[in-house]
């Protein structure tokens, strides 16, 4: 890949993550915990169970409904630099993955972890570890389908281009 692509994905992930991180910080300061408590209720093995909570659960109120909604955006914006990421690398070194993916998966956590949105340790490290899983995944999703999948091919954002 091409390092000023790299460098335009990575600031692209990082404004993503500040964006998150100041999302995090007015949430702690309004409610004393990095989301509102309904939607970290969203995320509770409960909620899986019960469809009705995940669909009705965002719509408890438009605080809950901004910070799902927000969440969301910035997941799908993860996801749209991953699939450039995978767009623009010819071949794939696991090793370099797994340390940018980890790396990753920090930035995207620590604002959650240092403001008490995961009531447990092992929650904590299950939605890490989710997390990195989950880049892999996608990355290499996106590797299998670009070949087969013409009109994905030479998708570009003009300032991620080269």
Request: aromatic share 18%; charged share 15%.
């Amino acid at each position: 890949m091409d390092a000023v692509v790299f460098r335009r994905l990575a600031w692209f992930y990082i404004a993503i993550q500040v964006a998150i991180w100041v999302k995090v910080a007015l949430f702690f300061a309004w409610t004393g915990r990095g989301m509102t408590p309904e939607h970290i209720d969203w995320f509770s093995f409960e909620s899986l169970l019960d469809p009705t909570r995940l669909i009705t659960l965002p719509f408890a109120s438009p605080l809950v409904f901004a910070d799902v909604l927000f969440h969301q955006i910035a997941h799908f914006l993860i996801l749209v630099n991953v699939f450039f990421l995978a767009q623009q690398t010819r071949r794939f070194n696991g090793l370099t993955l797994g340390v940018l993916f980890i790396l990753a998966a920090v930035l995207h956590n620590i604002g959650y972890w240092l403001t008490g949105v995961f009531v447990s340790v092992p929650e904590a490290a299950a939605d890490f570890a989710m997390d990195v899983v989950l880049l892999f995944g996608f990355t290499f999703l996106f590797r299998w389908l670009l070949p087969r999948l013409a009109f994905l091919r030479n998708r570009r954002i003009p300032f991620l281009a080269r």
